[in-house]
């Protein structure tokens, strides 16, 4: 298989975390390539994300008009990405709460035969630091409620440090995709498993970002838990995939 990798970072104000974070992931897989998707940032983030791929040519940066949200800045890397030769595609946050240290085995799991890898926060136990209360009891409770609705078997599905093998991301109708916040994550894994991918995850420790603001808004919930519903009705009610794939 093709194992060339890209690991796909969108930015809005991350001024202070995108060299770090360029710096880390190559230290992490030296042979792989990082796309930062910018969306025209008001603290400068673009223009400094072009002073570091003028110097670095592992690093690329696709710069957008404005601010259209998580998920439409992840499937113009993907188009971006299927133009291009890569092999095994990765999302990941740009604040540090996904760690540099996972990309080997995340991108090994892929190697090993996943189509699509889940870094988990709860699969074995909940390992998440700094998050308050009632943001853990929203992200379990949508957990459940997307497992119960759609009946796929993934522990974290609003997650986003993952792995795509090319395969993937081609047989899904990235223009079809209509979701834009964090419900994009639950969308595109059902996507993914519905068509008989193997969907794996894998342990990871998520801490709450080091240095900037969060991007979480009120209406990220509400808008996951129409999504599932609608999920679920776009593929006929069913709760499983028609036929694994070989």
């Known amino acids: 298989m093709n194992d060339k990798a890209l690991i796909i970072i969108p930015t809005y104000d991350e001024r202070e975390n995108v060299e770090p974070m360029a710096e880390a992931v190559l230290k992490q897989v030296p042979e ?99 998050w308050p209360m009632h943001r853990l009891l929203l992200s379990t409770g949508a957990g459940h409620y997307v497992r119960i609705v759609t009946g796929m078997p993934i522990t974290d599905p609003t997650g986003g440090f993952k792995c795509f093998r090319r395969a993937v991301l081609e047989a899904i109708d990235l223009d079809k995709i209509t979701s834009n916040g964090y419900s994009f994550q639950i969308e595109m894994t059902h996507s993914a498993w519905m068509k008989g991918f193997k969907v794996q995850e894998i342990p990871i420790v998520f801490e709450d970002r080091r240095a900037g603001y969060s991007k979480m808004r009120a209406n990220i919930a509400t808008e996951a838990m129409l999504m599932v519903l609608r999920l679920w009705a776009r593929c006929g009610f069913r709760r499983s995939p028609r036929k694994p794939r070989d």
Request: some cysteine.
């Open 32 to 130: 792989a390539n990082i796309l930062f998707v910018d969306d025209n940032s008001p603290d400068g983030t673009g223009a400094l994300l072009d002073e570091i791929a003028a110097r670095e040519p592992r690093v690329f940066v696709l710069h957008r008009a404005g601010k259209e949200g998580l998920g439409r800045a992840y499937i113009a890397g993907f188009k971006w990405a299927l133009e291009r030769d890569y092999g095994l595609i990765c999302e990941m946050d740009c604040d540090f709460s996904h760690d540099p240290v996972v990309l080997p085995r995340l991108l090994q799991t892929a190697r090993d035969g996943a189509d699509l890898v889940l870094g988990s926060r709860y699969i074995g136990g909940i390992r998440i630091m700094n």
